[in-house]
């Protein structure tokens, strides 16, 4: 973003969506950048303080040894089960196994995760969905979430939202999204109306990008201003 910013010399300040590891790499912009982000939408974002052994079966459930292991995990990313799972299960575990991805996990650690006064002292409005069908990462990181983020986040938990709901759900989504940007004056109330369209083209864009790339997470502009 600091990149893109810097070689457009145009937009400096934009609103960042983020899922899963995108979700915990938005958080840590905004507050590396608070300058540079008008707000946070955050979908089951990674990133949380848990026990070690969340963290240990966190980081295992990526070990895709099976294809039974594939379909397991993706049925924790879904609140309900999709034609095209046993496809996109069978590249997830191609891609899991690749070595950039190996390294990653065996090196992921307590030091990895979120400082807390960090997430508390972020000062631009924040949206916080965690779905009740959730079952990727635990209800401890949730817990975690509504502790630590300052007190005028807004933590909404849809029922039918579980991990990838913004490919599942995505016009529900663009829903909540928009209209609490519309909420903080930051898109007008007529603009909230239209966000099917602006989501179901960014969860085209995450799963054109591989399924790996949806299911480890994305952090998007939606609106940006010069």
């Not at 995108?22 to 982000?37: I, S, T």
């Not at 070690?52 to 993706?74: H, P, R």
């Not at 599942?168 to 109306?193: K, M, T, Y």
Request: charge should be neutral.
């Amino acid at each position: 973003l600091d990149r893109s910013s810097a070689a457009s010399d145009v937009y400096k300040r934009q609103v960042l969506y983020g899922n899963s590891l995108g979700g915990g790499a938005a958080l840590r912009y905004g507050a590396l950048r608070p300058e540079r982000v008008l707000a946070l939408l955050l979908l089951s974002p990674a990133g949380a303080h848990g026990s070690d052994d969340e963290l240990a079966d966190l980081v295992k459930s990526f070990e895709l040894g099976s294809s039974k292991d594939a379909a397991n995990f993706m049925a924790r990313l879904f609140d309900r089960p999709r034609w095209y799972h046993r496809f996109a299960g069978n590249e997830l575990r191609r891609r899991f196994a690749s070595q950039p991805l190996r390294e990653f996990f065996s090196r992921v650690g307590k030091d990895d995760l979120l400082d807390p006064a960090t997430v508390t002292g972020l000062p631009m409005p924040v949206l916080l969905l965690w779905g009740k069908a959730e079952r990727l990462l635990p209800d401890s990181h949730r817990r975690w979430f509504a502790r630590h983020l300052p007190a005028h986040a807004d933590l909404v938990e849809p029922p039918n939202f579980a991990h990838s709901a913004y490919i599942e759900h995505p016009d529900e989504v663009a829903d909540l999204a928009l209209g609490f940007l519309a909420g903080h004056g930051i898109v007008a109330a007529a603009q909230s109306r239209d966000g099917d369209t602006t989501m179901k083209k960014i969860a085209f864009f995450n799963w054109k990008g591989g399924v790996a790339n949806t299911t480890l997470g994305g952090a998007l502009c939606l609106k940006a201003e010069a």
